[in-house]
């Protein structure tokens, strides 16, 4: 009796591997393209263009240094973007964050100016974190215990902060020094040189807080894959009632994830105060005055590198360079600033729609097998491979 083996079944392209390794660049990619027809619609050569934007960014050491200093608080603020997502929690209220991390850490250095740098950076750096930590942790707990949609309550917190930074910086922190303009422009004195971040590569901009934000994003990442507290992360945010189930505290945990991500963003305030160029606080009366919206894209930065801490940190180098680049652009192409901004969407655009495809492809992946184990062949004593498969990595169990 001849056996009839089955028919081969045809090869097909991986698509976990064509959406894990070729997402991100093709979004990329795909937004340069677009942004080169609004190039040559706006009369410039698109050659030129990014021309321009590449070795104002990545061709000399002076440009590679602003990269990444630029880079510095993207990453902080996407690191923050990773450990509230992966919760299942969506903190848009990073540029109050950044503000209120700034204020803390410019109020201890005004405070304690005699203080050497060596226990006076470490504090600032604290006070920033606490500060960020503390406007995160409030809309951590409303969401948390009253189920109140942290979109809206982040977003509200972003024009409370905008409210109390500019008081503070128009009255009890204001400049008044002999050589200010009265107090007429809203920023602080000059901070005290113990508190300045120290420069690594001197005649750059390139300081400590560059190392330091690399540093914590790699900590995010052993704090998320590595430790239990990482994995009731995850696992709340993969589903609440899963989780709740499995005696997991759920509450607890959102309200940490938004603290730590507020946190990181706190942390992106102090990069801007203490490694400016100015060495102060200053705003022109609104959070975009000071944060420069890294609050929004760092939220780019972290969709971009996967919600991944270690991906985010290329992501942030990159974007940092995009907003570098395009200022260099800019001036050669004598294109609008703000095609930059519409690039940074486009990415976003695709990044979010990719997203959604490869969890489509993923549910439906999950179907066909099931659909295989159930279809299977039951009178041999050899299960299929297929249900070997989900029992043995714990998917089939109940």
């Known amino acids: 009796m001849s056996s009839r083996s089955a028919p081969a079944r045809p090869r097909r392209i991986d698509s976990r591997l ?69 919760a299942n929690v969506f903190n848009i209220g990073g540029e109050g964050q950044i503000a209120m991390g700034g204020l803390a850490g410019t109020a201890t250095a005004l405070a304690l100016p005699g203080v050497p740098s060596v226990a006076l950076i470490p504090l600032t750096l604290l006070a920033s974190a606490l500060g960020g930590a503390a406007w ?32 503070l910086l128009a009255g009890p922190l204001v400049d008044r020094s002999a050589g200010s303009v009265g107090g007429l422009i809203p920023q602080t004195r000059l901070l005290p040189k113990s508190s300045w971040l120290p420069v690594i590569v001197p005649g750059t901009q390139l300081h400590l ?29 993969l589903s609440r009632d899963a989780a709740t189930y499995a005696g997991m ?23 801007l105060v203490f490694g400016s160029i100015s060495h102060r606080m200053v705003t022109d009366g609104s959070l975009t005055g000071f944060t ?17 801490p270690i991906w985010t940190i290329v992501s942030a180098f990159l974007f940092g360079g995009l907003i570098v680049g395009g200022g260099v652009m800019q001036v050669v192409t004598n ?64």
């Not at 390794?21 to 050659?47: D, E, K, Q, R």
Request: hydrophobic content about 50%; overall charge positive.
């Open 18 to 86: 064509l959406f894990s390794w070729f997402a991100l660049p093709g979004s990329a990619l795909a937004a340069l393209l677009i942004g080169a027809v609004m190039l040559l619609a706006l009369g410039a050569n698109p050659l030129t263009g990014y021309h321009a934007l590449v070795s104002g960014a990545f061709g000399s050491s002076y440009g590679l240094a602003s990269t990444a200093v630029k880079a510095a608080p993207l990453l902080l603020v996407g690191v923050g973007i990773c450990i509230a997502f992966r």
């Open 136 to 167: 995160g942790a409030i809309p951590g707990l409303f969401k948390a215990y009253f189920n109140v949609n942290e979109i809206l309550s982040t977003i509200m917190l972003n024009l409370v902060a905008v409210q109390l930074m500019n008081y």
């Open 209 to 237: 807080g560059v190392v330091i934000a690399v540093l914590v994003a790699i900590g995010a990442y052993f704090l998320l894959w590595r430790t239990s507290f990482g994995f009731r992360v995850r696992a709340v945010g």
């Open 249 to 271: 505290p759920v509450r607890r945990t959102i309200t940490l994830a938004m603290t730590l991500s507020g946190a990181m963003c706190g942390l992106a305030g102090a990069m």
């Open 292 to 308: 420069g919206s890294d609050g929004f894209n760092g939220i780019v930065v972290a969709l971009f590198g996967g919600l991944n």
């Open 335 to 398: 294109v609008p600033s703000d095609l930059i901004t519409v690039l940074e969407g486009l990415v976003v655009v695709f990044v979010v729609s990719l997203e959604y495809l490869r969890r489509r492809t993923r549910r439906l992946e999950a179907a066909e097998r099931r659909q295989r184990v159930e279809t299977g062949p039951s009178t041999s004593g050899t299960p299929p491979p297929e249900a070997v498969q989900l029992v043995g990595t714990g998917e089939g169990s109940g």
